[in-house]
């Protein structure tokens, strides 16, 4: 996953995303936060640039305090790629799944692509 920092990408993802309105609503606002000078320190993570399959938005992890609060362990996805958002909970640590967390996402397949990852890794989601 790479971390944007960069305003001009940061910008260009934001048209991107202000394209596919409703469903990119979770990451939008924090997308537009982050390019706006990021008061709250948040992340925003896509798997590849500039043709990303998934955006992920989630508080930078130096900043979480509680691995047991899962308000401040929100992740925020957005795909155009549901084979990708699999791929990535299953195969890299974006998720700390060690934590409690939220997954948030408007479309179809988030919860049930959480709920297949946390069985592989032998753990239960509520």
């Known amino acids: 996953m790479l971390i944007l920092t960069c305003p001009g990408q ?3 993802l934001e048209e991107t995303l202000r394209r596919s ?3 990119t609503l979770p990451v ?3 997308v ?3 390019a706006r000078g990021n008061p709250a320190t948040y992340e925003v993570l896509v798997d590849s640039w500039p043709n990303f399959g998934v ?3 989630r508080l930078c992890p130096k900043v979480i305090k509680d691995p ?3 308000y ?3 992740v925020t996805v ?3 790629d549901e084979g990708a958002w699999r791929a990535l909970l299953g195969d890299t640590e974006v998720v700390a799944w060690d934590r409690a967390f939220q997954v948030h996402g408007l479309q179809e397949g988030v919860y049930e692509a959480v709920q297949e990852a946390a069985g592989a890794k032998g753990l239960r989601v509520q």
Do not use: E, W
């Open 72 to 74: 401040t362990n929100q």
């Open 21 to 23: 309105l409703p469903a």
């Open 28 to 30: 939008l606002g924090t």
């Open 68 to 70: 047991g609060d899962f």
């Open 10 to 12: 940061l910008r260009c």
């Open 55 to 57: 955006v992920l938005t």
């Open 32 to 34: 537009m936060t982050v």
């Open 78 to 80: 957005y795909y155009q």
